[in-house]
Each structure stands twice: as structure tokens, then as C-alpha cells.
């Protein structure tokens, strides 16, 4: 099969990472892509937020299934397209994508399905928004209803901070993803994420992970896209996960089936886990980045035919083979990051770094120029590795970590401390 994952971050590495090791693939294009991408497969420029231009190149280049890895051109119908020219795509519509795009279409989905979420209001002016916090009190969370590159959530401890994050909103601070908003109960519990494919009518769970969101050891300081990720998450064990595969996932997906925008490509359910029972935080509708790389790592070659079977509507006939093992990564980023950070500087040592099916240096913002890799965005690198135990994946990731020397770096080394 010629396969095209579109993308350009350390989740696209590592799905081009488990593609390579099937057989079934005769050639991979990735487009973008990255350095670290073009050291194993084909990259290709291309605007892949131009959905003409997707389907003109799958077309030029036979391409039998596309992979969208990031959001934005789920939003804007890529993979409509795509299905509309015949070509297998794994990826959700703009319709179904809503269930990233719009917190407000979600929480309406909920309250539909009947799945267990925080409660809420929805807002589009200013005035309400602030009655709403004067007879609720804080905590609170107010979301931005759109895209809006994972800023958009406000978590409000005093008063005068909920109502300045409203004031920012409607002020126009995230564009048009803030012209309305969502304002939440604070759910208080752990955290984990639960990753399912759906074809349109079955779904398929392909495992837990939880990541590290803030930026400073021990969970401290502002928030990232994410410092590091482990897989499987302890706290969602066998019970709790076919709970919220029967409390929320099911229900979601048969509410948008009958809604006539069937989901299929990857649910990524973003869980509050308290008492045993699991609630909504938040849909996303792609990989979740870094937690891909830990699912990759752990599904390897069968991560292909997953999703090939998602995009053919063939998910009944699936399963998911797991090894009795861990996943961990760390991401090394640009110091400063995630405020304003330098581009440019050199990265060395990568070369003595293994490469095997239990260790990876997934590339998220890296450039070759000159024959150097140089980093080019904020999180950089995603070193994973694999073991029989949590501790012995961390321990082979941080033994790669201390041989890439990138002075201009920085990476958390207590990935994974509250599972071990
Ligand atoms: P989101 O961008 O929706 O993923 O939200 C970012 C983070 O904010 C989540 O991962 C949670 O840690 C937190 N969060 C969002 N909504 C709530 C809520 N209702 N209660 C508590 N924490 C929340
Ligand atoms: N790591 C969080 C995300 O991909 O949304």
C-alpha cells in the first residue's frame, strides 16, 4: 500500500515509525514532515490545510490511505474530501471533528447521550458570563468554545481572575475561537486518557496514557502541549475503562451516528477519574502528541492495519494485540519554551542514540541544515523507550536523554513519578 500521513510533529514520527514496520506498506509520504521524519521516509511540502491540493497529490501519487495527524485540517473537510474522491482516509469530518472544535457542540452531546461530564453553561456575551460567575463562586473553568491551540482553558481560583478571563474572551484575546464560551464546573479527581478508534459504527480501544501538562517538575508552572507521557495509565484500570467505554464513549458515538455525522478515526477522551467513576473532561479527534508516541512504541506494526481498518469501516473484525509492557517519553524543549524561545541551535549526539522496536527519538521541531540538526520549535524531541515495567521504560528513556547534547534544551526529569 503507498500510505500519506499528513503532519509534521513527534506524533507523526511515530506513526510513521509503526507504518514502516508493516509489511503491507510499500511506500510512505509524509508531508510535511520533519528532519527526523525525512531520515525514514519520503517528505513531501505540501499545504495540507488546502484540501484540493491534499486530494490532487493522493491522486498524483496513488496514494491507497491517507493518515491526518493533527486537528486543523480535520476542521476545515480535508478528510471529507478525500472520501468524496474515493480515497480511504483515517480521520474524522469537519461535522464529527466538532467534538474537538467546539466545546460547546461536545457538551451538548453529553448532555444528549446522557454521558457523565462537568456541568455547565454556554455564553455569548460578556454580561451573562458574568452574572454566571457572580452565583457560582470559584473554582471555575471558562473555556474558549474553539480552536484554540490548547490556550483556550481558564482555570479560574479567585473571583477576579474568572471574570478577567471572560473580559479576555469576549475581548477577542484567542480571535474568533473566544466569541463564545463555555463555563465549567472544576471537576477535582486524576486524570488519564483513554484512546478508541470508531469506524462510523464499532469502536476499538487501543489503550490508556496520561501526560504531564505543565512545564515544571513535580506538575508545576504554566502548561504545555505536554513534557511527557507514559502508557498504560495505572488509574485507569479494566473497570473504570469499560465504564467509560459504556457511560460516555458508546453514547457519543450512536448520538453522532444519529445526528448523520458518524465519527471515525481516533477518539482521544480526556478523563476525570474520581471515586472509581470516570467523567469528560474534554474530545480531541486525532492523537493526542505525545501520547501517540507511547501507543505507537506499544502497537507497532498492527498500529497500521488499526487504522486501515478504521478507514474501511472493518474495526468489528480487530482486535488489539497488547504485550504485557510500558511506554514512556520525554520531551526535550527549547529553553524559554513554553513562553519565547530561540531557533537554530545545534542538536549533537543524536547519532549515538539507539533506534530499535524498544527505543526512539521521535522529531517534533528539528531542521537539517549543513548536515546538523538544528531545533526549530518549541518542543523538539520525544525521547521513548519501551520496557516490562514503567521504571525500566523511564530509566532507557532517561539513559538516551543524557546522550543528545543540546545545552539550549531542557527536558522534566521526573516523567512518570506519580505512576511509580
Ligand atoms: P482542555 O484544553 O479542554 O484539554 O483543558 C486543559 C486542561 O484543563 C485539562 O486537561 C484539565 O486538566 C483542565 N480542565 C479542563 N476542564 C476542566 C474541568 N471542568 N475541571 C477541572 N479541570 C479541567
Ligand atoms: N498532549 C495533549 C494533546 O495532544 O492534546
Known amino acids: 500500500m503507498n500510505i500519506l500521513i499528513l503532519g509534521s510533529g513527534g506524533r507523526e514520527h511515530s506513526l510513521a515509525w509503526a507504518v514502516l514496520q508493516n509489511p503491507k506498506c510499500d511506500r510512505l509520504i509524509v ?22 491540493a491534499v486530494v490532487g497529490f493522493a491522486e498524483e501519487e496513488s496514494i491507497d490511505l491517507v493518515i491526518i495527524g493533527p486537528e486543523a485540517p480535520l476542521a476545515v473537510g480535508v478528510a471529507d474530501r478525500l472520501r468524496e474522491s474515493d480515497i480511504l482516509t483515517f480521520g474524522p469530518s469537519a461535522a464529527a471533528a466538532q467534538l474537538e472544535a467546539s466545546k460547546r457542540f461536545t457538551k451538548e452531546i453529553c448532555d444528549a447521550s446522557g454521558a457523565p461530564t462537568a456541568s455547565y453553561g454556554h455564553f455569548t456575551d460578556a454580561v451573562a458570563a458574568h452574572a454566571h460567575i457572580d452565583a457560582t463562586g470559584v473554582p471555575i473553568v471558562i473555556k474558549a468554545d474553539g480552536l484554540a491551540a490548547g490556550k483556550g482553558v481558564i482555570i479560574a481560583e479567585t473571583v477576579a481572575e474568572a471574570h478577567a478571563a471572560i473580559d479576555d474572551m469576549f475581548g477577542g484575546a484567542f480571535g474568533s475561537a473566544g466569541a463564545e464560551v463555555v463555563i465549567e464546573e472544576f471537576m477535582t479527581g486524576e486524570e488519564a486518557s483513554l484512546f478508541v478508534l470508531c469506524d462510523g459504527t464499532d469502536i476499538l480501544s ?4 496520561q501526560d504531564h501538562k505543565r512545564v515544571g517538575e513535580g506538575d508545576t508552572g504554566p502548561n ?7 502508557s498504560p495509565a495505572p488509574v485507569l484500570t479494566p473497570e473504570i475503562e469499560a465504564r467509560a467505554l459504556n457511560e460516555i464513549i458508546r453514547p457519543t458515538i450512536a448520538e453522532m451516528t444519529k445526528r448523520g455525522m458518524p465519527f471515525q478515526g481516533v477518539l482521544y477522551a480526556g478523563l476525570m477519574i474520581k471515586n472509581g467513576a470516570p467523567r469528560l473532561v474534554e474530545y480531541n479527534v486525532r492523537f493526542g502528541d505525545p501520547e501517540c508516541q507511547v501507543l505507537m512504541m506499544r502497537l507497532g506494526a498492527q498500529a497500521m492495519d488499526l487504522m486501515h481498518a478504521t478507514a474501511d469501516g472493518r ?67 520525544n525521547v521513548t523507550a519501551r520496557g516490562a515495567s514503567l521504571r525500566e521504560a523511564r530509566d532507557r528513556a532517561y539513559a538516551i536523554v543524557d546522550r543528545i547534547n543540546w545545552p539550549e534544551g531542557f527536558c522534566r526529569r521526573d516523567i512518570g513519578w506519580r505512576a511509580l
Open 31 to 52: 508531508a510535511p514532515g520533519n528532519a527526523g521524519i525525512a531520515g525514514i521516509a519520503e517528505c513531501a511540502a505540501l499545504d495540507i490545510m488546502d484540501p484540493g
Open 206 to 209: 487501543i489503550g490508556t496514557a
Open 315 to 381: 474495526l468489528a473484525e480487530c482486535k488489539a494485540d497488547w504485550a504485557e509492557d510500558h511506554a514512556l517519553t520525554v520531551v526535550l524543549a527549547a529553553d524559554g519554551y513554553p513562553g519565547d524561545y530561540q531557533k537554530g541551535s545545534v542538536i549533537s549526539g543524536l547519532d549515538t542514540c539507539p533506534e530499535d522496536s524498544f527505543n526512539m527519538v521521535f522529531h517534533a521541531g528539528t531542521t537539517r541544515a549543513n548536515g546538523q540538526i538544528t531545533a526549530t520549535g518549541g518542543r523538539v524531541l
Open 224 to 230: 504545555t502541549g505536554g513534557m511527557g507521557a507514559y
